[in-house]
């Protein structure tokens, strides 16, 4: 199984800064790497992938980039409605599994 | 409007059954693989299993092989989840969700339901 280890687990941050996330593999899995953000009592929204392909309707400041094992996710200029809990995930082995999240909350 | 909407979630008894229903709308659901992902109370996300477009292959985590059972209806654009001799350990949130392609990311996600493991 592969293994996904998000960082940092919370994070407390100010509108407009700039983000990141990364997502670690235990073994590659290729550009099979895929964002999710998911706001309290809402399902995952798909943001990011393919490590890097943007979404459409997914406003242009989330980025993504990486292969093999390291991903990042970047929000630039964040906004206050960013505050959610984030999740990488791979679909490159079976089973699918995804990072334990990223929650960012705005001061 | 492409969408997915669960049911069949509640309160059932350790060891007892419970089956899921999702239907599916606005896509051509016999193009695409689906799966069961759950979040247990205050925890992040869990693959649970997946099925093939056709039905023909199904996955699932192992610690619920043998007790829950992936299938799919094409024609009623219906997927579902069996799950028998549930445990506490299996109360979550259980969403389904498209695969946007083999093997590739899950680009539509229904609201979830309520799955409560409790005596």
């Known amino acids: 199984e592969i293994v996904l280890t998000q960082s940092p687990d919370f994070q407390s941050v100010t509108p407009k800064e700039k983000v990141t996330i990364t997502c670690r593999a235990s073994?590659?899995?290729?550009?099979?790497l895929h964002w999710y953000q998911q706001k309290p009592d809402q399902s995952p929204k798909l943001l990011i992938k393919?490590?890097?392909q943007s979404i459409s309707g997914v406003p242009s400041r989330f980025s993504g980039s990486g292969s093999g094992t390291d991903f990042t996710l970047t929000i630039n200029s964040l906004e206050a409605e960013d505050a959610a809990a984030y999740y990488c995930?791979?679909?490159?082995?079976?089973?699918?599994?995804f990072g334990q999240g990223t929650k960012l909350e705005i001061k | 409007q492409v969408q997915m909407v669960e049911s069949g979630g509640g309160v059932v008894q350790p060891g007892r059954s419970l089956r899921l229903a999702c239907v599916a709308s606005?896509?051509?659901?016999?193009?695409?693989?689906t799966h069961w992902v759950r979040q247990a109370p205050g925890k992040g996300l869990e693959w649970v299993a997946g099925?093939?477009?056709?039905?023909?292959?199904?996955s699932y985590i192992e610690s619920v092989r043998g007790r829950f059972t992936i299938t799919r209806d094409n024609p009623k654009n219906t997927l579902y989840l069996q799950m028998t001799s549930l445990r506490p350990e299996d109360t979550a949130v259980y969403f389904c969700?498209?695969?946007?392609?083999?093997?590739?990311?899950?680009?539509?996600w229904g609201q979830g339901t309520i799955v409560t493991v409790s005596s």
């Open positions: 969700a498209k695969e946007y392609a083999d093997f590739g990311a899950f680009d539509i």
């Open positions: 606005g896509f051509p659901f016999s193009n695409y693989g």
């Open positions: 099925i093939s477009n056709d039905g023909s292959s199904q």
């Open positions: 073994q590659s899995v290729g550009g099979r």
């Open positions: 393919y490590a890097s």
């Open positions: 995930h791979q679909t490159s082995s079976l089973p699918f599994t």
